[in-house]
């Protein structure tokens, strides 16, 4: 009897501690609207009439309520019904610590820390890191180095989840390894603390069937974004049509609402940058000219931005074997130029490979490739055209480049792409500057005012490449 009363009482114990019905544990994202006051906390619990409050400190005595958390339900096919909750912090300090805790029923069952979004006199760090979503281990290391870099914000470009973007696959593969509660070789507790900001892959938006997957196209209910994009409707220039029963679709719509299908590009200001988020997928025909007029425009009225990046998941100038005949978005070099952008960051291929300063000129029509089981399937396109490379740039020496820098890191997880290419610069394409492909790899980058400083770092926090940029 002794004994069963002690295991009672540690089952008890264990479960008061731990509320076991989180899914995914609170996690930050830069909201809709983002702001140096504001950022979203979103989680996921299974279904239940459970009663959630939110509070947010930023000082060490007053705790405020947040408004009323609201949830969009989670019913599809696949799983048992969830619910996916959010709320705003509000009137946070820009730059400063806060605290918040999440109750449930009246009783605190998770409390974390973060900071406020920088404003645009205050220096950041951020890291980019793409495919990330396969649970390596060298993705989980990945994403201990991600937490104890200290960064404010964490971009992910494209691949969020592997295989196919489900709900039920961030399960396994995401939500353990980058919202961990504990530092180790499994993951780390980052999402938690610090916005992460997602940026659709081909795997996270390219499977439309949601009579295949019930819960795929997840992208669009477990990140709060902006939606500031172009509006396009099925059938368009940049949004396929989905493959769903009436049931299917009403399930998907009832979680995504006003997010599909335009929260695939968008933008927002961090610090003193301006970022350009752009859906890069083979299915996207970039001459629609609503399309490009969005992206011209939209860095046209950043001007007064220090940095200007763009980012999107398939890159324009790889020199990887795989994936090479994938340049459809050199159709959009033009409109980073006209627009002043200084980096360009892509994933895609799993590898770490940066441009000199370049400008490109497209000078033909695009030879489209096609693939897949039908063979008709767009896999990419050829984008021939004339570059013009600086190669006085060093970043070293010589921070002051002439021209767009584009770069590719897409060693987040994935089996890496062509690392016999890494030592035979021969088979590099002569943008090509650097090009790392024998280990896994993230890019963290400093700003302070108008000095920029890439440093690329291994799973093990080895250094593997530098790069500044001044203004
Ligand atoms: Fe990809």
Known sequence: MKQ?????????????????????????????QPSPTTLDLLWQVTESNADWTVEVRTDKNSWTKTETPQWV????????????????????????????????????????EGHAP??????????VNGD???GTPDAKLLARQSFLSHPDIVVIPGDIIYENGRASEYDHNFWPVYNADQTSDQGAPVMRSIPYIGVPGNHDVD???????PDGLAYFYLWRQPL??????????????????????KAFMDAAREAYPNAVNYSFNYGNAHWTVIDSDPYVD?????????????LADAQNATWRFVIFHHPPFSSSLEHYEQQQTRLLTTLFEAGKVDVVFSGHVHNYQRTYPMTFQPFKKPAIITGGRDNK????????????LDKTFDGKTNTHPKGVIYIITGAGGQELYNPEQTDNPDTWQKYTDKFIATVHSLSVVDIDGKNFTLRQISPDGTQVDEMKITK
């Open 4 to 32: 069963l009363i002690v295991i009672f009482s540690l089952f008890t114990l264990k479960s008061y501690s731990q509320d076991n019905s989180f899914i995914a544990k609170p996690y930050l994202n830069i909201g809709r």
């Open 73 to 112: 339900p989670l019913a599809v096919d696949s799983l048992t019904t969830r619910r996916v909750y959010h709320t705003t912090l509000k009137n946070l300090t820009p730059g400063n610590p806060f605290s918040y805790r999440v109750s449930k029923d009246g009783k605190i069952v998770f409390t974390a």
């Open 118 to 127: 920088k404003t645009e006199s205050q220096p950041y760090r951020f890291v």
């Open 132 to 134: 990330i979503g396969a």
């Open 207 to 213: 499977n439309r069937s949601l009579d295949q997957y």
């Open 228 to 249: 500031n994009g172009p509006e396009g409707k099925e059938g368009d220039a940049f949004v396929p049509a989905l493959k769903a029963t009436d049931a299917h679709r």
């Open 286 to 298: 970039f001459s629609d000219k609503d399309l490009r007029a969005w992206i011209a425009k939209d």
């Open 377 to 388: 399937t767009i896999r990419g396109r050829v984008v021939n055209g004339y570059w013009h």
